[in-house]
């Protein structure tokens, strides 16, 4: 089943309740480590804003990377959508228009500003992180509550692979005993943001996306 069918073919609940769309131990899981994350990056990320030596779409992709880290997890966060419906809301336009799309067309810039525009990795990770956001918002204005959601796990998802990536940053220098450094090095390309994209998708065909309307507009059924 590929990511459209499941989109398409997932079963809505009859009713607004019941099973939340993200499991709170996994919220609670993906906290942890952007809490990790945050406090292993900003002290190395401020100094490069003052480095001439940086180009500027670097850092304008680092941070507005940043930024769509901390709106995916106000999105995630269990409750948040029925409990402050108007944050959620307006959480969910920075994220796309302030974090993810920008974010995406620095990275497209930083691969040139790195000199590798070649980086077929990278280049699909950007498209697959705009498409699966532009297809989340599409699915919310039409008001398809349960498919937006769907699609959002897998927009959150490769939000996050800049999580990961730090993470092997600190692993990958004690795995070259293992694995030549050219191997790893292409491995690590294409590891994290397929991984999280198999999680993603797992995670859409096993759990229920509950619909919960935005207060104050009415609801619609999804296809």
């Known amino acids: 089943m590929n990511v459209e069918q499941s989109i398409k073919t ?31 990056t900003l ?15 670097r850092s304008l992709h680092g941070g507005l990377g940043m930024l769509a880290v901390i709106t ?5 966060w269990p409750g948040m959508r029925r409990r402050y419906p108007l944050l959620h809301r307006w959480n969910g336009r920075v994220y796309v228009f302030g974090g993810v799309l920008p974010g995406a067309l620095m990275l497209f810039g930083a691969l040139f500003a790195i000199g590798r525009p070649d980086s077929t990795a990278s280049f699909f990770w950007g498209v697959v992180w705009l498409w699966t956001t532009a297809r989340a918002w599409r699915a919310v204005r039409r008001r398809r509550y349960a498919e937006h959601r769907r699609w959002m796990a897998y927009s959150v ?14 692993v990958s220098p004690h795995l070259t005993w293992l694995v030549d450094q050219a191997v790893l090095l292409d491995t690590l390309d294409w590891l ?25 507009r009415r609801s619609a059924r999804t296809p």
């Open 157 to 170: 998802a490769i939000t996050l692979v800049a999580v990961t990536n730090a993470g092997l940053v600190v």
């Open 43 to 57: 002290p190395k990320y401020v100094p490069r804003l003052f480095d001439p030596h940086i180009a500027a779409v």
């Open 192 to 216: 994290p943001w397929v991984a999280h994209l198999l999680v993603a998708h797992w995670f859409v065909t096993r759990y229920d996306a509950v619909p919960h309307p935005v207060a104050g």
């Open 10 to 40: 997932a079963p809505d609940p009859p009713r607004a309740g019941g099973r939340p769309s993200w499991p709170v131990p996994a919220v609670a899981l993906i906290a942890l480590v952007v809490v990790w994350f945050f406090t292993y």
């Open 72 to 76: 995916a997890m106000v999105q995630i």
